[in-house]
C-alpha cells in the first residue's frame, strides 16, 4: 500500500544570507493526500517551488527522487512533463479568456499551428465533469467566481496527466461552500490515482482530508504525522508548528497603561470584488495609551483587512461600524481623516503600499505629514533634511545620507524608514502590520525596541503579526482572529503559542 | 589622482544627466560645423530661442504629467484652439489684449479641468482622455475658425511672440546693455545658487557631487549662459517670450521641488498606493495637474499664434509629440516618478537644436522626423540600459525578483528573504 512517489532528501534552499530551508526532508506516497502545515515564512511555499522546480536544480541542494528516479528540473516545464503540477495562491489565469482556453493555454489542441477549437472545447467539457464544474467551456473566466476558477485550474491540472497535483493554500480565497467542495475534489482526485499536497493552515480541512501531515518550522521539516498511525491531532500539529525555544530576543519593558485611546466595534467588512464574502465580522477591539496589543491570526483571518478598512477604508467596498477615540466617534473614512485623527498604519507590503522606493529617504519619512514643514503650500527643506537626520540616528538607518534612495536599502533599514514616517506624523495610535517581515533577527530586534519606545511615550500600538513569539514577546494584549471573528483576547499572562494557536484555528460558534 | 577617481566614478553613476549634456553640446558643435556656422549666429540663436520657447513651455506642463504618471496627447488641439479663441476674442471681438490673454488662459484652465475630471475622478487612463481630447480641440479650432485663418492681430500680443525687450541704450550701441546685465545677473545668480545648495548639503551631512565635477558643470553652464547673453545682445536684444520662459521654469522648478503640491506629484508617480496610503489626495492632485496643463498649453497657444500673427486651423499640430519627446528625452522616467523641469528644458533644446540644425541644412521634413523619431528612441533606450545595468530604481517587481541572482545581496533579493549587509547573520 505504501508505495513512495516521492522522496525528497536533504533539501537546502539558501538565499543570500538566509537559509530558507535546511536539510528538509519529504516523502509523499503514491494515492495520499499529504499535507505540509506551518507558520508563515517557514519554508511550506519555498519547498514547493523547489519541487516544482521554479527553482532550478543547481540552485538548492539535496536530492528529489519522483516514482524513483531522480528530478533535475529547470522549469516548470520539466516538473509538468514529469505529472508534477502546482496551483499557486494567486490564481493565474486569464480573466478574458473562455475556460476551455485557460485549461489547454500554453499546451493547445492544434494542428499544423491552427487551433482546434470543437476539440478544445469537447475536451475541456469532460475534464470540467470530471471536476464536477457545470459550466459552459466558452465562459470567459471572469464571469464565473473564484472557487470555480480553482476548480478550473484543476481541471488544466487534469488536461496535463497529473500525478502528484500540489496546491499551495487552495482556500485561501474561498468560502466554506466552495472550500467543502474543493477538499471533497481532491478526496475524489486521490479515488483516481491522483497524489495530492496540501499546503494549508486550516485545522479542520488537514483533518478531513489529509493521510499524512509533514511540519516544517523555521525551515526544517520537524516530523511527518501519519494518520494510520492515529497522529494527525490538532494538538500534535500545533505543537509542532510553534513548539520553538523562546530566545530572548525582545527588549525588557514595564507597561505603563492609561486611559483608552482607540475603540473599534462591530466592525464589518466585505470583500471588495465579492460582495458574498464577508472578511470580517463584527470585530471590536480597543487599545489603550502606552499598551501594545497584537492581533494574530493567521493567512487569511482578515488582519490586515481589518485594519486597513478602519485606515481610510483603503481595503473593502461597504464597511460598517463605528471608530471611538477617547470615548468619542471619529470618521475615518479617508486616509487624510484617519491621520488628521491621529492614526498610523505601516504596511505589511512596505514595497507596494509603503516606500517611494525611487525616492530618498527624507522625501519618505517627509511624505505622510509635509504640512508640519510647510508654509503656504512651501516646503522648507533644510527642516526636512534636519528631521530625516533625526529619525536617521534615533533609528540607526544605516545609509551614507538621508538623500540615499530607499529602494536601495535593506529590508530592515527600508521598514525603520517606513516607521519614521509615520513616528513624525505624530499620531496617538500606530497600527504596525507585520513589522518585522522580511529583515533579519538583529534588525528585528532595533524594531521591538522601536515598539517598547513607542509605547512608553504613550501611543497605543496594534501589531499585526503571525510570529506567535514576536507577539509573545512584546505585546500586553493579544487578540486572536479566525476566519474574520475575533475569537479570543488573552492577556498576555495567560497568553501561550498554544492558547494562541488554539483560538486562531478555531472555528465559529 | 582619488579626486580623479572619485569624479569618474561619480560620472558613471550619474551617467545620464552627464550624458544628456554631452549629448546637447556634440549636436551643437556638429550642426554648428555643418551649417557652416550659421547655426550660432546671432540671428539663428535668437529664432532658435523664439521658435521652440512654445514647445518649452508644453514641455514644463508635460514632464510634470509624465512625472505623475500620465501622458498629455491633447495639447498641440489646446494650443490651436487657444489661437483659435484668441482670434475670435481679439479679432472679431475687439477685445483688448490685457483682457484677452486672462480669458484665454481660464480658457486653458477649463479645458484642463474637462479632461482632468475624467481622469482623476471617473479614472480613464490619460492616454484615452487625452487621445479623445487631441480629436475634441482639434475640431473645436475647425468650428470656431469656420476653417478659416484668422489675423491680424495687434501689436501688443504680437510682442509676446516675437518681440524684444526695449534697448535701452536708444539703438547706438553695438550690444544690447539691458541683455548684458540680465545675462550676467542671471548667470551669477545661478552660480550663487549652486554655491548656497552645496554649502547647504554640506551642513546637513549629505553627499555634494564632485568638486571637479560641480566646477566643471557650472563652469561649463556660466560660459554657455554668456555666450547666448552675447550672441542675444549682438542682435536685437532680449526676446520677451525667454523672459516668459525663463519666469516659468524658475517658478515651476521650485514648485517641483520645494512646495507641497510639487513633493505629491513625485510621491504619486513613484508609488501611487504608498501615496495613498499616506494621505495624499491624488486624485485631486491629478485633477491639478492637468489644469495646470491645460493653461500652459493655452500659453503656448497664444505665443504661438502672436509669432504667426495669425490663428490658424492647423495650429498647434504635433506640439504633443516634440513636447513629450522632450520631457522623455530630458530624463523623464516611463514608469512616473522621476524627471526634472530644467531636464525636460534640454530635452527640449536637443529637439529644437535637431529642428533648426536640419531645417538650415535643407532636408526635408521626412528626414527630420526619421532622426528625430531615433533620437528619441535612443535616449529612452540608453535610460533603460542604463536602468537595468545598475539596477536602480523602477523596473516591475517580477523584473527584480529575477534578478537577484546577478545583483549583489546588498539589495533587494528573495520574496521572504531580505538581508541586512551590514548586520547580525541571520539565524
Known sequence: ?509 | MSALRESLGFLTSRLRQVGIFVALILIVILFQVLTDGILLQPQNVTNLVVQNSYILILAIGMVMVIIAGHIDLSVGSIAGFIGAVAGVMIVHWGWAWWLAIPACLLVGALVGAWQGYWIAYVGIPAFIVTLAGMLIFRGLTLITLKNQQITPFPNELRALGGGFLPDISGGTSVLEWLTVILGVGGTAAILFQALKERRVRRKFNLENEPMAWFAVKNGFIAVLMLIITFLLASYRGTPIVLIVLAVLVIVYSALMNNSIFGRHTYAIGGNLHAAELSGIKTKKVTFRLFVNMGVLAALAGLVFTARLNSAQPAGGTGFELDSIAAAFIGGAAVQGGIGTVAGAMIGGLIMGVLNNGMSILGLGTDYQQLIKGLVLLLAVGFDIFNKNRTGAGGGSSMGRRFKWKTTPPATEAAPAATTEPVGVDAK
Not at chain 1, 470555480?148 to 485550474?153: A, D, G, M, S, T
Not at chain 1, 493567521?298 to 471608530?323: D, I, K, P
Open chain 1, 1 to 509: 500500500m505504501n508505495v513512495p512517489i516521492l522522496q525528497m532528501r536533504g533539501i537546502t534552499k539558501t538565499f543570500p544570507g538566509v537559509k530558507a530551508l535546511q536539510d528538509v526532508t519529504l516523502d509523499v506516497n503514491r494515492g495520499e493526500v499529504h499535507a505540509i502545515c506551518g507558520e508563515n515564512g517557514a519554508g511550506k511555499s519555498t519547498l514547493m517551488k523547489v519541487l516544482s522546480g521554479v527553482y532550478a536544480h543547481n540552485t538548492f541542494d539535496g536530492d528529489i527522487l519522483f516514482e524513483n528516479e531522480p528530478c533535475d528540473f529547470s522549469s516548470i516545464t520539466d516538473s509538468e512533463k514529469r505529472g508534477i503540477v502546482i496551483i499557486h495562491q494567486e490564481l493565474a489565469l486569464s480573466p478574458y479568456l473562455s475556460i476551455a482556453e485557460n485549461i489547454y493555454l500554453g499546451n493547445e489542441l492544434a494542428k499544423n499551428g491552427w487551433v482546434d477549437w470543437r476539440k478544445t472545447n469537447l475536451e475541456a467539457a469532460k475534464l470540467l465533469a470530471r471536476v464536477g464544474l457545470s459550466e459552459n467551456p466558452v465562459t470567459p473566466i471572469q464571469h464565473i467566481s473564484v472557487g470555480k476558477q480553482q476548480l478550473v485550474e484543476i481541471a488544466k491540472a487534469l488536461s496535463k496527466e497529473v500525478k502528484l497535483l500540489i496546491l499551495d493554500e487552495p482556500t485561501a480565497a474561498l468560502n466554506d461552500e466552495d472550500s467543502d467542495h474543493l477538499l471533497d475534489l481532491i478526496l475524489h482526485l486521490k479515488g483516481q490515482g491522483v497524489t495530492s499536497i496540501i499546503i494549508s493552515h486550516k485545522l479542520n480541512e488537514i483533518r478531513k482530508v489529509a493521510d499524512a501531515v509533514t511540519i516544517i518550522r523555521d525551515g526544517k521539516s520537524i516530523e511527518t504525522l501519519r494518520l494510520d498511525q492515529g497522529q494527525i491531532t490538532q494538538e500534535r500539529i500545533i505543537r509542532g508548528m510553534v513548539g520553538r525555544d523562546l530566545e530572548s530576543l525582545y527588549p525588557d519593558r514595564t507597561p505603563n497603561i492609561g486611559e483608552e485611546v482607540l475603540r473599534i466595534e462591530d466592525w464589518t467588512v466585505q470583500h471588495p470584488q465579492d460582495h458574498a464574502r464577508t472578511v470580517v465580522h463584527n470585530a471590536s477591539l480597543n487599545v489603550r495609551k502606552g499598551e501594545v496589543v497584537g492581533l494574530a491570526g493567521l493567512m487569511g483571518a482578515g488582519r490586515t483587512e481589518l485594519a486597513m478598512s478602519v485606515f481610510g477604508r483603503t481595503y473593502g467596498r461597504t464597511v460598517s461600524g463605528r471608530v471611538y477615540k477617547y470615548g468619542e466617534e471619529i470618521n475615518t473614512s479617508t486616509v487624510s481623516d484617519a491621520i488628521d485623527h491621529g492614526i498610523a498604519y505601516a504596511t505589511e507590503d512596505r514595497k507596494h503600499y509603503g516606500l517611494n522606493l525611487i525616492e530618498d529617504i527624507k522625501r519618505n519619512i517627509s511624505m505622510a505629514a509635509l504640512n508640519k514643514l510647510a508654509k503656504r503650500g512651501w516646503v522648507d527643506g533644510n527642516k526636512e533634511t534636519t528631521v530625516a537626520n533625526h529619525y536617521r540616528k534615533s533609528m540607526n538607518i544605516k545609509a551614507p545620507s538621508v538623500a540615499a534612495i530607499t529602494g536601495k536599502l535593506s529590508g530592515g533599514n527600508q521598514q525603520k524608514v517606513v516607521l519614521s514616517k509615520w513616528m513624525f506624523s505624530d499620531p496617538d495610535v500606530l497600527i504596525l502590520d507585520e513589522p518585522t517581515r522580511g529583515i533579519d533577527v538583529g534588525a528585528k530586534f532595533e524594531i521591538y525596541t522601536i515598539i517598547a519606545e513607542l509605547a512608553a511615550a504613550g501611543k497605543a500600538v496594534i501589531v499585526i503579526s503571525s510570529e506567535l513569539p514576536e507577539l509573545l514577546g512584546i505585546c500586553d494584549r493579544i487578540y486572536t482572529l479566525s476566519a474574520g471573528h475575533i475569537t479570543g483576547e488573552v492577556p498576555i499572562a495567560e497568553a501561550t503559542q498554544e492558547t494562541l494557536m488554539h483560538f486562531m484555528t478555531k472555528e465559529k460558534e
